[in-house]
């Protein structure tokens, strides 16, 4: 019973890998039958592929610490809430998205308001500090205050102690000021190099979008552009934001937080972190520090747009071997795309060059990469003062998509050709092969006969100067030798 079931389960995996193998082979004679849309998503030269180890740094996974839908519905207090603490879980869906958050000791959850609203006709809106305090959740000291409209919590600055009166204005002076620290004015009222915290991305953003909150951070106003402010984030980043946006003066408290240690793992769990994985990674030459050049700063208008559609498109095995990013805000028009493989490596690049003879009619073979799919390009280039009619051959046609075919390269002029092949199990790899003609023209010869009807009837002699070469750059990898790039150079002028 088990042989039998065995040789089932044999027989059910060969049929799926025989299907795959012929959806490889239908995929690119289906693509007129497909919709536009499919046809750019689908299209080579459109395609953004991405290898894993290329992608780009993922951003801060979402903590999910506590369930805030509540207070939406409820009046602000001062007074300890009981919050539902959610572990680490999507409180829609119940699954665990944070592994490193849950556990730890019950603190009371205080409210903090993070905004600061005062009057606009001049006037100031003063509190008093009573008390300046450690929290269990935020990282920086938060302080009790107290005026007119009752009493609310705060995040303390460096220097704030109890007793101190803080002021808060939305009023954009003609002169700028020079405020005090605690006090809280619009960033276009302020002075250039002033150090603020709590800063609105735009007037009226959630408490999310609301920049330096953590414990010791602050932002610099540069300068003023444009009618738009220029503030300078902590990774020297700058931004360009309305002159309306409030902020408050001074640094944040607790600034020596990260540089206090934890003393254990158990420590850490008690503050409900828990530990990640023990494996310990080497860094290498490949961890090491990249200099990038600083972004031009970017303007903030008011809340981000909907997201991007996303296009689903279905996979096979072969297509597996990278992640294609299809989101239709990274898609844009690329030449070619040269897929690499996991084990790329730099110094396989300063490979020598190798060199081939050229005549009237000069074939380029390019032998197809047989792990997987590989899209190659040919850059030509003709430095000659003639014209150079070309077509674009291949031995498969129905596995091997070529463009352009037919051509004429102008003088001082280039052309690129992309060969994308589709290697099938069965066929040996030294079948697979794209080819390139090529035959010059004589100078007062026509070219407003269509390139494909000249390759029909017999082709003018033409002179053609010897020992021409076309450099063809290798790759070495798996023991296979396949071109990354060629580079055909037709000059009449110059041997080399």
Known sequence: ???????????????????????????LRCMHALSSQTQMVLRPSSLIITNRRFLPKPGPNIQYKFDLTPLKSMPYTHKPITI????????ETGKKVNQRVGGGYNFDWLWISFRRIGPTDGTFYEEKVLEVRRDGIQTAFIALVAGTRGRRWILATENMKAGDVIKTSCHLPRIL???????????????????????????????????????????????????????LLPNKHELRILPECMATVGRLSNVNRNKQHWGSMNMKRRMGIRQGSGLWHRKDGYCGRKIHPLPPAKIVD?????????????????????????????????????????????????KAAQSVEINPKAEIILQAPY????????NAFNHSDFHILYKFRTNRPDGIQISPVYGYIKPNDGEIFAAEFLPITGIPPFTDRCTLYCVALPKNYSTSTKPRDMWKKPVVKVMVPERKVIRVTYLNESGHLYPKSVEAVYDDKDDD
């Not at 960033?187 to 603020?196: C, D, Q």
């Not at 989101?327 to 040269?338: E, G």
Request: charged fraction near 20%; hydrophobic fraction near 40%.
């Open 302 to 350: 008011g809340p981000p747009g909907p997201a991007p559609e996303n296009y689903a498109v279905s996979l096979n095995k072969r297509h597996m071997n990278a992640l294609f990013v299809l989101f239709s805000c990274f898609l844009r028009t690329v030449r070619h795309t040269v897929r690499f493989s996991m084990h790329f490596k730099k110094e396989e690049l300063k």
């Open 371 to 378: 792990d997987n799919i590989k899209i190659v390009e040919i």
């Open 84 to 91: 539902r603490r959610l572990g680490g879980r999507n409180p």
């Open 177 to 231: 000021i020079k405020a005090e620290e605690g006090d809280s004015w619009p960033v276009g009222a302020l002075v250039p190099g002033t150090v603020v915290n709590s800063v609105e991305l735009y007037p009226g953003c959630p408490d999310e979008r609301i920049l330096a909150k953590n414990a010791g951070t602050s932002v610099i106003i540069q300068k003023r552009v444009d009618n738009r402010v220029v503030i």
């Open 1 to 27: 019973l088990v042989k039998r079931f065995i040789q089932h389960l044999c027989g059910a995996v060969m049929t799926a890998t025989l299907l795959g193998r012929s959806l490889c082979q239908v995929s």
